[in-house]
């Protein structure tokens, strides 16, 4: 693992391209009704398992060996990404999601395992309870937000793709002038040891 001294990590899921294609098409058809709202890159969207804020390089290298331990105790599952919502007070909407159903106990168990793990590095990612989900969009001013509210109960029960998940990712996250820009810290696949993971791929930037 090679990072500076200090960086802003999250460890994640990755979703699959027709998921990915699901989505875009969904913020296609709700961009027109959502002034004020800044939609995540397709390419950016994932699931989140741990937010850890920022994060030293060693803590990361313990953080690397803990999640091989929680992948390789665990095997290849698979979810859908279906339905909408929105996160926020009544009248004050700030995060627009989409949902997960069919194998959820198992990713809610694979939660539980890398929550147990990070609780024993002294690493504490959320106090709310789980709730599997997926940010689209962040509504930035939640007046111009009726619309969009109301158009979403269309996509109550809509399918956006499946996802067969076959390793978890430790993820750094760089923020900058036009977004943040995420790149691979470290892989560990499901079912079998890491080793030494694989070189991250070309960053990518988050312009929502």
């Not at 969207?45 to 920022?54: E, K, N, P």
């Not at 390089?57 to 095997?75: F, N």
């Not at 004050?92 to 939660?111: N, Q, T, Y």
Request: overall charge positive; hydrophobic content about 40%.
């Amino acid at each position: 693992m090679k990072c500076e001294e200090t960086f802003r990590a999250f460890v994640a899921i990755e979703i699959s391209d027709e998921a990915r294609k699901g989505i875009a098409g969904f913020q296609t058809r709700l961009a027109r009704v959502a002034s004020g709202t800044r939609w995540v890159p397709p390419r950016n969207v994932h699931l989140t398992l741990a937010f850890l804020g920022d994060i030293s390089a060693e803590t990361g290298e313990g953080l690397c060996r803990a999640l091989d331990e929680v992948a390789s105790s665990s095997s290849p599952f698979s979810f859908e990404v279906a339905g909408t919502g929105v996160f926020g007070k009544r009248g004050a909407p700030r995060i627009v999601w989409a949902g997960v159903r069919g194998d959820v106990s198992r990713l809610r168990a694979l939660h539980a395992r890398l929550t147990a793990r990070l609780a024993d590095l002294g690493l504490r990612s959320d106090d709310r309870p789980f709730a599997p989900h997926l940010t689209v969009a962040r509504i930035r001013d939640p007046r111009r937000a009726t619309e969009l509210v109301r158009k979403l109960a269309n996509w109550r029960d809509a399918s956006f793709g499946h996802v067969t998940v076959r390793r978890v990712v430790l993820m750094r996250s760089v923020l900058g002038p036009t977004g943040a820009v995420y790149s691979l810290v470290h892989q560990a696949p499901l079912g079998e040891a890491s080793g030494e993971g694989t070189a991250p791929p070309p960053a990518t930037e988050e312009r929502d």
